[in-house]
């Protein structure tokens, strides 16, 4: 599959923290996006990196790709309390389609 | 005010009965995809159109149909062959037809059907 996982499944931090959040996938990609979903809510698209670049930085997220070891991370500084959401980790490649993973879900106490 | 939208927000049905779900965007993107996540879920690929008048199949599109005849509107109908509807379905839509690019999504309609 070429599915992205994300590492950890949960995640729990007090606001002003660093997350970190991981993802690996199985085969070659063209790009690895990031989204965010509130709870019951839609998605909305945080950051898209190409294969050919090794980090990518907007705002508050830091994101970086390994093409070799086929990981890619999420970076979120000085979390705040709006951070809490499912974080998804989606690949895309031949199948001319988004493959999304799990999520992670972060939660940020105040 | 540029976006997709979806309606009803919440749906409820009897086992048995088709229902539509209605999805329409105004940001004139070629591509328009449908998911269905279920708790604790990543999305799953039901349907996807590229272009008016045509789309394809996902990875589970038994149970489902669409149409799409404008290029703002892609609905869904669950038909009483899906075998456990009840879940989030999110409509998706994104510029171009590669369908790697970034997807836009809506705000989701959450089926009960019991």
């Known amino acids: 599959s070429q599915q992205g996982e994300e590492d950890p499944q949960a995640l729990s931090i007090q606001e002003g923290e660093n997350a970190t959040m991981n993802c690996s996938y199985k085969t070659s990609i063209n790009n690895l996006q990031w989204y965010r979903q509130n709870s019951g809510r839609g998605l909305v698209h945080l950051i898209l990196i190409r294969s050919n670049e090794r980090e990518k930085h907007s705002g508050r997220l830091r994101v970086t790709l390994d093409t070799s070891k086929k990981s890619s991370s999420l970076l979120i500084t000085a979390s705040r309390a709006a951070d809490t959401a499912s974080y998804f980790c989606?690949?895309?490649?031949?199948?001319?389609?988004?493959?999304f993973g799990a999520g992670t879900r972060l939660a940020v106490h105040p | 005010d540029g976006g997709i939208t979806q309606s009803p927000k919440y749906l409820f049905r009897k086992e048995g009965q088709n229902v539509t779900l209605s999805c329409e965007q105004n940001l004139n993107h070629d591509a328009m995809y449908w998911y269905r996540q279920d708790p604790g879920q990543g999305l799953r690929l039901i349907y996807y159109?590229?272009?008016?008048?045509?789309?394809q199949k996902g990875d589970i599109a038994e149970g489902y149909s669409v149409s799409r005849e404008k290029k703002e509107s892609f609905p869904l109908t669950v038909t009483s062959a899906q075998k456990n509807p009840t879940a989030f379905y999110l409509c998706a839509s994104s510029p171009g037809t590669s369908g790697t690019a970034e997807q836009y999504f809506g705000p989701g309609t959450r089926l009960t059907v019991t």
């Open positions: 989606v690949v895309s490649g031949g199948y001319n389609k988004l493959i």
């Open positions: 159109s590229q272009i008016v008048n045509d789309f």
